[in-house]
């Protein structure tokens, strides 16, 4: 079964570029999530999908971040314009989507942004 | 707000060692535990997790955890470590809510150097 597939897995941009991230979560998972991991740090939410529906954005910087994820499969999370405060690794992972309190995520590799 | 805190940064053990890592959570209420591990070059894939029931947990490549209620924590052990587990170990949490925004929130990850 192939695992969640995450592109490109290395960008490098000026400041102030915009930038996209693609991510396919695992077939059949209804549950996506966008995590944002910092040097030294653990992931952290920015996004969390039940299907096409953000259901808890809460954390997604909204002037600088936006995603979607169009029929419920693909997602997209995309930065206009970059800051270098940006550099970090996104991580994609999904989960079947029963309940998240027992659902267990299954992270893909993770794009590494470099803002420069 | 939960947290997650893994105290020890960088563990080096030789071969053979025993090992065990701290993680302690701070949410009054119930929660699931997870630990994930994050082999060099490769994705976050998960190690263990603990529901409900016996709370000594059994997970993958000889690894075992343990929830302490009372002390709010859900240490990783290994009795015997190889240099194959070098690796990257976050511990994470998530409160279970009637209210449907459940999030898991990880710890700062432990680096975990194991010395042939």
């Known amino acids: 079964e192939a695992g969640v597939v995450q592109s490109p897995r290395y960008k490098i941009i000026e400041k102030k570029q915009p930038v996209a991230f693609w991510c396919n979560p695992i077939?059949?998972?209804?549950?996506l999530y966008w995590y944002l991991q910092n040097l030294g740090q653990g992931p952290e939410l920015l996004i969390r999908?039940?299907?096409?529906?953000?259901?808890?954005d809460s954390q997604l910087p909204k002037d600088r971040f936006s995603a979607e994820r169009l029929k419920g499969v693909d997602s997209t999370l995309k930065i206009q314009p970059a800051e270098l405060g940006d550099s970090a690794v996104y991580l994609c992972?999904?989960?079947?989507?029963?309940?998240?309190?027992?659902?267990?995520?299954?992270f893909g590799p993770g794009t590494r942004l470099t803002v420069l | 707000a939960q947290s997650v805190s893994q105290h020890n940064h960088h563990v080096i053990l030789s071969e053979a060692a025993s090992l065990e890592l701290g993680c302690n959570y701070s949410?009054?209420?119930?929660?699931?535990l997870f630990w994930y591990v994050q082999y060099p070059g490769q994705h976050l894939q998960l190690l263990l997790k603990?529901?409900?029931?016996?709370?000594l947990v059994k997970g993958i490549k000889g690894f075992e955890a343990e929830f302490i209620k009372s002390k709010f924590s859900f240490n990783l052990r290994k009795p015997s470590v190889q240099w194959s587990d070098t690796a990257e170990y976050f511990c994470?949490?998530?409160?279970?809510?009637?209210?449907?925004?459940?999030?898991?929130?990880f710890g700062t990850g432990t680096r975990l150097t194991i010395i042939p």
């Open positions: 992972a999904s989960s079947l989507g029963a309940r998240v309190g027992t659902d267990t995520q299954y």
């Open positions: 077939s059949g998972h209804n549950t």
């Open positions: 949410y009054g209420g119930t929660v699931n």
């Open positions: 994470a949490v998530i409160p279970l809510s009637n209210f449907g925004n459940e999030k898991l929130t």
């Open positions: 999908y039940e299907n096409e529906e953000a259901v808890d």
């Open positions: 603990y529901f409900s029931g016996d709370p």
